[in-house]
């Protein structure tokens, strides 16, 4: 079939005003999305009520264990020393991170919408990653802490000072929640086409860019180098430290003191190992631009799993916070107890 000169202008025609359509109307969608639907984890009604009696056990224990420990610290003035400083900081941290995420989780399960609106989304991104970057600089800082108490044991006293200490965290808090300011903007400009659907139960970087109306490859580079330096810089610098920790602590003569060193170290690792394992999973490794696959389980893993198991790990394995929550359990039900009989 051969098109004349005059049917090739006329289809030209017809094709261009189903693009134009095609095109007002995915400005019309954009223009109408003020909120986004989070699938979370879509089960049968019995089983959302299940989930949600298991996760809202698991955030009452969390809050209840990591302030166990911030008032540990705060009450035994043993225990007012840069390591458990850190350690207090690190707690009410992880207190805000499982708040960033479970409340809108929890809810979400007994709605039917599970909607959120589109600035809610990005407050939540903001301070779901800016929460997990200031972990990752806790942890560097809580390294760096073992490691001149070990390394370098007479110059600790000098170096790592109360007041440097709380310097520390600060510089933490501050560069936390400053470093993942230019992706969020950079995402917030995009605009956003239907469907309005994230498979995620939290506003995620990935699902976010995929519901754009235009490509953004620059975003991407971008948050997948923000993403990379953050992880890898802090882990390097996490491994380093420790490297040196366990080649000092295997000189030591007396194995109590080998016994003790590890036992302090071996907490900080366990922790580190959960988090990070689990953020490489979901950021760094080939699955991490499939939104509907493995990443929502493990992002599920290190946003409220480790916050639960850094207080029963830190607790467990420490003899002086061991001795310290004891301490604090028995003020309290003497405080009980004083209480009725008044």
């Not at 469907?195 to 580079?221: Q, Y």
Request: proline residues 5%; charged residues 10%; glycine residues 4%.
């Amino acid at each position: 079939m051969v098109l004349s000169h005059t049917d090739f202008y006329d289809t030209h025609l017809v094709s261009s005003a189903l693009q134009t359509n095609e095109y007002s109307n995915i400005n019309n969608c954009s223009s109408s999305v003020s909120k986004f639907i989070l699938l979370g984890f879509s089960y049968t009604w019995e089983i959302q009520i299940f989930l949600f009696s298991v996760f809202s056990g698991t955030y009452i224990l969390t809050l209840t264990g990591n302030i166990c420990i911030i008032c540990a610290v705060m009450w035994d003035h043993q225990l007012q020393t840069p390591m458990y400083i850190l350690l207090a900081n690190f707690s009410f941290l992880e207190i805000w991170f499982i708040t960033s995420t479970v409340p809108n989780m929890l809810a979400n399960f007994l709605s039917e919408t599970n909607t959120i609106s589109v600035s809610g989304c990005f407050l939540q991104f903001y301070f779901f990653f800016s929460l997990g970057t200031t972990e990752t600089f806790f942890l560097s800082a809580m390294a760096f802490d073992r490691y001149l108490a070990i390394c370098r044991p007479l110059h600790y006293p000098t170096v790592m000072t109360v007041q440097c200490c709380i310097r520390t965290g600060a510089g933490c808090w501050v560069c936390g929640f400053l470093y993942f300011l230019l992706p969020i903007y950079l995402i917030s400009q995009l605009p956003f086409c239907c469907p309005n659907t994230i498979d995620h139960f939290l506003c995620d970087p990935g699902p976010l860019i995929k519901l754009s109306c235009v490509p953004a490859p620059a975003t991407e580079i971008i948050c997948a180098i923000y993403n990379s330096v953050l992880i890898f810089t802090t882990l390097v610098f996490i491994i380093s430290s420790y490297t040196l920790v366990i080649r000092a602590v295997l000189k030591v003569p007396s194995a109590e003191g080998r016994h003790k060193a590890f036992s302090t170290c071996g907490s900080h690792l366990a922790v580190v190992s959960l988090f990070y394992g689990s953020i490489m999973v979901v950021y760094v490794s080939p699955t991490a631009g499939n939104p509907a696959g493995i990443q929502k389980y493990v992002t599920l893993s290190y946003s409220v799993l480790t916050p639960l198991f850094n207080p029963l790990i830190y607790s467990l394995r420490n003899k002086e916070m061991k001795v310290a929550l004891r301490k604090l359990f028995r003020v309290v039900r003497f405080s009980r107890r004083h209480g009725r009989n008044l």
